[in-house]
């Protein structure tokens, strides 16, 4: 059975630039259902990153809205948008941003404490999606330390610490050479299927984003489906 995860209903987003508007998603509508892993592949300047944050609840819509399991994001106040995002997304971007101060251990288990896990629980949890990316005898290395393929390996797991329905990842080896990129984002797409997640991703990598449940190209501001 499909459950609907994610709903944009009739999204257009403009920003202001100087006297005009830029229109950079228009009447958007998608449905993402749970389970799913779907890639969206566009030019850049397109709107990927924008249609991510919009679904994610780190951005709002000009127009249209939001639902994530039937709830309008748009009814929330900022509070609980922190609260919903926290336990129900996880986010891996471009370029890593963890906690330079923390070891690997420490980063993966930052959101399991914020949302009040138990400590030894989380780095139960910490431990076992590090040891699932390779990492295992990486836990007390800082940020500093590791490479850029191992700091998104990192970052992947923080997304997946709290086991959220949704993670929503942006371009995640977009700052990472060939060599460091390969990999990442199918280990990302195999670790949310594992986990019976959901993945909605925008990669450059077309041979990667076939391996995904659907393939979407933002292109003229809405979404169209790829054959
Ligand atoms: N906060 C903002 N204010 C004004 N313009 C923005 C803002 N964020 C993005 N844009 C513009 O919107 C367009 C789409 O940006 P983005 O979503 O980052 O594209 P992509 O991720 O596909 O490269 C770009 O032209 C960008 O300059
Ligand atoms: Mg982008």
Do not use: W
Request: glycine share 8%.
């Amino acid at each position: 059975m499909t459950r609907e995860l994610l709903r944009f209903h009739a999204v257009t987003k403009t920003f202001a630039s100087g006297q005009s508007q830029l229109v950079i998603l228009e009447d958007l509508d998608f449905v993402l259902y749970s389970g799913t892993t779907v890639a969206i592949t566009g030019k850049s300047g397109s709107g990927k990153s924008t249609l991510l944050n919009i679904a994610g609840g780190l951005d709002k819509p000009s127009a249209g809205s939001i639902s994530f399991l039937g709830r309008e994001l748009g009814a929330l106040n900022d509070k609980e948008l922190s609260a919903f995002r926290n336990r129900h997304i996880g986010f891996v971007f471009q370029s890593h941003i963890l906690l330079d101060d923390f070891t690997a251990l420490e980063n993966v288990c930052v959101p399991a404490l914020i949302r009040g896990v138990r400590q030894s629980d989380a780095v139960k949890r910490a431990k076992e999606l590090l040891d699932r990316v390779g990492l295992s005898d990486r836990l007390q290395h800082r940020p500093q330390k590791l490479s850029g393929g191992e700091r998104q390996r990192v970052a992947i797991c923080r997304a997946l610490v709290n086991a959220p329905d949704l993670i929503i990842a942006d371009e995640p080896t977009g700052s990472l050479d060939e060599e460091s990129s390969s990999g990442i984002e199918i280990l990302l797409t195999d670790i949310v299927r594992e986990e019976g997640k959901t993945l909605l991703m925008v990669t450059h990598d077309t041979q990667l984003a076939s391996r995904c449940s659907t393939v979407y190209l933002l292109h003229n501001r809405t979404l169209q489906e790829m054959a």
